[in-house]
Protein backbone atom coordinates (compact mmCIF):
# COMPACT_ATOMS: atom_id res chain seq x y z
CA UNK A 1 0.00 0.00 0.00
CA UNK A 2 2.91 2.39 0.96
CA UNK A 3 4.51 1.21 -2.62
CA UNK A 4 0.73 3.01 -4.36
CA UNK A 5 0.93 5.61 -2.28
CA UNK A 6 4.66 6.74 -3.11
CA UNK A 7 3.66 5.88 -6.91
CA UNK A 8 0.81 8.57 -6.65
CA UNK A 9 3.50 11.15 -4.78
CA UNK A 10 5.94 10.53 -7.96
CA UNK A 11 3.70 11.19 -10.76
CA UNK A 12 2.13 14.05 -8.80
CA UNK A 13 5.45 15.45 -8.73
CA UNK A 14 6.61 14.17 -12.14
CA UNK A 15 3.65 16.57 -13.73
CA UNK A 16 4.44 19.53 -11.58
CA UNK A 17 7.88 19.13 -13.16
CA UNK A 18 6.71 18.91 -16.64
CA UNK A 19 4.10 21.45 -16.09
CA UNK A 20 6.86 23.73 -15.11
CA UNK A 21 9.31 23.05 -18.04
CA UNK A 22 5.49 23.21 -20.27
CA UNK A 23 6.16 26.80 -19.08
CA UNK A 24 9.52 28.35 -19.34
CA UNK A 25 9.70 26.38 -23.04
CA UNK A 26 6.35 28.40 -23.90
CA UNK A 27 8.05 31.91 -22.41
CA UNK A 28 11.04 31.47 -24.09
CA UNK A 29 9.23 30.86 -27.38
CA UNK A 30 7.87 34.33 -26.64
CA UNK A 31 11.35 35.59 -26.14
CA UNK A 32 10.81 35.69 -22.29
CA UNK A 33 13.95 33.74 -20.90
CA UNK A 34 13.13 35.19 -16.87
CA UNK A 35 11.37 31.72 -16.09
CA UNK A 36 14.37 29.24 -17.61
CA UNK A 37 16.94 31.81 -15.72
CA UNK A 38 15.38 31.55 -12.09
CA UNK A 39 14.76 27.81 -13.17
CA UNK A 40 18.47 27.64 -13.87
CA UNK A 41 19.49 29.99 -10.15
CA UNK A 42 16.92 27.36 -8.30
CA UNK A 43 18.82 24.04 -9.88
CA UNK A 44 22.51 25.96 -10.05
CA UNK A 45 24.03 22.67 -6.96
CA UNK A 46 22.39 19.53 -9.46
CA UNK A 47 23.38 21.90 -12.96
CA UNK A 48 27.08 22.40 -11.28
CA UNK A 49 26.95 18.80 -10.19
CA UNK A 50 25.97 17.13 -13.42
CA UNK A 51 28.41 19.31 -15.39
CA UNK A 52 25.78 20.60 -17.10
CA UNK A 53 25.92 23.54 -19.80
CA UNK A 54 22.55 24.22 -19.82
CA UNK A 55 22.97 27.57 -17.39
CA UNK A 56 25.40 28.53 -20.21
CA UNK A 57 23.02 27.96 -22.92
CA UNK A 58 20.52 30.22 -21.20
CA UNK A 59 22.62 33.47 -19.95
CA UNK A 60 24.39 33.14 -23.15
CA UNK A 61 21.56 33.59 -25.20
CA UNK A 62 19.83 36.14 -22.30
CA UNK A 63 23.50 37.92 -23.21
CA UNK A 64 22.90 37.52 -27.32
CA UNK A 65 19.60 38.99 -26.59
CA UNK A 66 20.74 41.66 -24.86
CA UNK A 67 23.22 42.87 -27.50
CA UNK A 68 20.35 42.57 -29.57
CA UNK A 69 17.79 45.02 -27.83
CA UNK A 70 20.89 47.45 -27.69
CA UNK A 71 21.71 47.38 -23.87
CA UNK A 72 25.37 46.70 -24.66
CA UNK A 73 25.95 47.85 -20.84
CA UNK A 74 23.41 45.12 -19.20
CA UNK A 75 24.62 42.49 -21.38
CA UNK A 76 28.71 43.20 -20.42
CA UNK A 77 27.04 43.14 -16.48
CA UNK A 78 25.48 39.76 -17.59
CA UNK A 79 28.59 38.19 -18.37
CA UNK A 80 30.65 39.04 -15.97
CA UNK A 81 28.22 38.08 -13.54
CA UNK A 82 27.20 35.01 -14.87
CA UNK A 83 29.03 33.93 -17.93
CA UNK A 84 32.88 34.44 -16.35
CA UNK A 85 32.78 31.24 -14.04
CA UNK A 86 32.63 29.36 -17.35
CA UNK A 87 36.10 30.38 -18.66
CA UNK A 88 38.09 29.13 -21.99
CA UNK A 89 39.11 26.16 -20.19
CA UNK A 90 35.12 24.62 -19.53
CA UNK A 91 34.42 25.16 -23.28
CA UNK A 92 35.59 24.32 -26.51
CA UNK A 93 33.93 25.04 -30.04
CA UNK A 94 32.67 27.63 -32.10
CA UNK A 95 29.86 28.67 -29.40
CA UNK A 96 32.42 29.43 -26.91
CA UNK A 97 34.69 31.31 -29.47
CA UNK A 98 31.64 33.23 -30.89
CA UNK A 99 30.30 34.55 -27.76
CA UNK A 100 34.25 35.71 -26.66
CA UNK A 101 34.23 37.73 -29.84
CA UNK A 102 31.00 39.30 -29.33
CA UNK A 103 32.28 40.33 -25.82
CA UNK A 104 35.19 41.22 -27.20
CA UNK A 105 33.57 43.43 -29.50
CA UNK A 106 31.35 45.40 -27.35
CA UNK A 107 34.17 45.83 -25.24
CA UNK A 108 35.53 47.57 -28.10
CA UNK A 109 32.52 49.84 -29.22
CA UNK A 110 31.97 50.63 -25.30
CA UNK A 111 35.66 51.92 -24.96
Not at 16 to 22: H, S, W
Request: aromatic letters at 8%.
Amino acid sequence: MAEAGQMVVDESTEQQTLRALTAILTAMRERNLQPAMEWVHAHETQLAAANSRIAYAVYRQRYVQLLSEGQGEAAIALAQEHLGQYGASSFTGSCFESSFVIIVVVIIIII
